[in-house]
DNA sequence: TACTTGGTTCAAGGAGTCTTAAACTAAGAA
DNA sequence: TTCTTAGTTTAAGACTCCTTGAACCAAGTA
């Protein structure tokens, strides 16, 4: 393999909780696993790794005791919570006065619905620009074929983002349950 | 939106073929477009625009002709076509000494193919770990809910892959068919 | 043999992203 | 009002990934 921005089979990536922190390994090896898969799919690490340990621990939890147990900066959390509840990956309290998280169940959801916002900003863009090129190509006698071509470039443009649709059509289920949908389908 | 290491609406990116190079203004524009949707599935922009730069131009093109038209360095071009051929991308033909290459236009079965690829690494190694974390917690006494949320953050992880599977358990087609197939389900 | 051309490799530099730390705001308590 | 705690913002530094450019290899030619 040349270029590996990405899934290297050899390199686990080698981020910890500091020893101090009050959790167990494997607490601690959930937490981190699933932050890499999660940042793997474009978020960063760390969104994952706070969602997994809302998720683990089952009770709302602080941004201090957040800060501690993952190692982070006051400021990061902050952030990272900010983004998390932008996506309704983790749900706040805010009327406590130390505000408290508690972990979204539906996280595939979720993601998916991120990815696809994520998308979408991009894909109206490429979608202007390739119809303009179009035109410009229409315009200067550009073979049919090369035409046809350009049309074919706007399909995979809009290609995953269809399939992105058809996933998040469906109901909103939890993690397992919308597994088992497709475990079937397979 | 706080976080934006993608897809911002607002900031298109701003990467240009030199105004030298011998291609027209709709080419260009076609081919930093596709740079750009291609590199935000993970790969890199210039993998793109390479592929598109060859998709549109319907014939063989040489290294020293592609690293002109688009700008980059020599080595850049040699790295680049490497993962591009490796992949399947383009096809070269290694017969004639200044080497060729040529597109494929099965591109969105490829893309599937190396993501899927891409995410066989991790996905074994989370695997592994969160079964083995699962252990550990039971060995610890955890009650059964929290074994039980392992179980699902292992689902979760194999979640897109069985996706990818799912996509790329059909049979080779060209990219509109592809597209066309797609339409239909949704 | 030496020269040329096509292609590869890799260390160094650059570009871009992420995290931190410190300054700042807001709100409740004394 | 001042102090404390919770939370936000942001410039600067750390870190990562990408590209470059020079050195290198291989093969063909004179």
Not at 11 to 30: F, G, H, V
Not at 87 to 98: E, G, H, L, R
Request: glycine share 4%.
């Amino acid at each position: 393999m040349r270029s590996k921005p990405w899934g290297s089979t050899s390199t686990p990536p080698k981020d910890s909780i500091p020893a101090s922190s009050a959790i167990k390994t494997w607490e601690r090896k959930t937490i981190n696993a699933v932050g890499d898969v999660i940042g793997f799919w474009g978020f960063k690490k760390n969104h994952g790794r706070i969602w997994s340990l809302l998720y683990l621990k089952e009770r709302p939890m602080r941004s201090a005791e957040i800060q501690k147990v993952l190692g982070l900066s006051k400021g990061a959390v902050s952030m990272l919570m900010q983004d998390l509840e932008q996506w309704k990956v983790v749900v706040a309290n805010k009327d406590q006065k130390p505000r408290t998280y508690v972990a979204n169940e539906h996280i595939a959801q979720m993601i998916i619905g991120v990815f696809r916002q994520r998308e979408a900003g991009l894909l109206k863009r490429t979608k202007r620009i390739l119809e303009e090129a179009h035109r410009e190509a229409q315009q200067d006698q550009a073979s049919p074929k090369k035409l046809q071509r350009i049309q074919s470039m706007l399909n995979l443009a809009t290609f995953m983002n269809q399939f992105l649709n058809m996933l998040s059509s469906l109901n909103p289920l939890n993690v397992q349950t919308l597994i088992q949908k497709f475990s079937t389908k397979t």
